[in-house]
């Protein structure tokens, strides 16, 4: 008797939004590109359904905008005042964060948080050059904040932070700015994971201070 499974085909909207991801990694879809449906539909070969869903899904990482009666185009790159502003809301926000969080560490926290900053150590050196490597380091550095966030156990604040989540991908899409200093994300995370593993909650947070003025006066010279 036969036996029925469920498809492990990759549904198209998926598919599509891998591929435009892809693309925006990759470069090939610069700031503020219109990105027309129809045209898209024809250039990868799919109905425009799955494409909208994908676009909706990409809209919702700050990576691609919708305007009414114009449909939609990727995001534009932040000004350097935005780049200042943002990097202002991170230093009110993530110094409490990190104080909080090392005031809650668990051996699971901490293991979960090494693994995160051994990865970010991994993918630094190729986070300029190769794609794949700057998605890595990417996906890294963002597993390392979020966790932080996770572990302060004060939902408002953690919000607070994913509400910038992405104009963080802007910046780091959309700019070299964003690439440049891999080495030192990674070396300020070692030491803040130091300070967390020391119990140190109040050194903790000061590093987690100095990384991001360190982040933003790079990203502003």
């Known amino acids: 008797m036969a036996t029925s499974g469920r498809s492990t085909r990759e549904p198209v909207a998926d598919r599509m939004y891998g591929v435009l991801l892809r693309q925006l990694l990759d470069g090939r879809r610069a700031a503020g590109e219109p990105l027309n449906i129809g045209a898209l539909g024809r250039d990868l070969d799919v109905s425009q359904t799955p494409l909208r869903e994908a676009l909706a899904r990409l809209e919702h990482t700050g990576l691609v905008r919708r305007e009414a009666l114009k449909g939609y185009r990727v995001a534009d790159a932040l000004t350097d005042r935005e780049v200042a502003k943002l990097m202002e809301a991170r230093l009110v926000i993530e110094p409490e964060l990190t104080l909080q969080a090392g005031l809650r560490t668990t051996p699971e926290f901490l293991a979960e948080l090494r693994a995160a900053v051994d990865d970010l150590d991994a993918t630094a050196p190729h986070a300029d050059d190769d794609p794949e490597g700057f998605r890595r380091y990417?996906?890294?550095d963002d597993a390392f904040h979020q966790l932080i966030a996770a572990q302060s156990d004060n939902p408002f604040l953690e919000q607070a932070l994913r509400s910038l989540d992405g104009h963080m991908q802007r910046f780091?899409?959309?700019t070299k700015r964003g690439r440049t200093g891999a080495g030192n994300a990674a070396r300020d995370h070692r030491l803040?994971?130091?300070?967390l593993e020391a119990r140190d909650a109040e050194r903790a947070a000061a590093l987690m201070r100095e990384h991001l003025e360190g982040a933003k006066a790079r990203a502003l010279a």
Not at 192 to 195: I, N, Y
């Open 138 to 140: 990417w996906t890294s």
């Open 192 to 195: 803040v994971l130091d300070a």
């Open 172 to 174: 780091r899409l959309f």
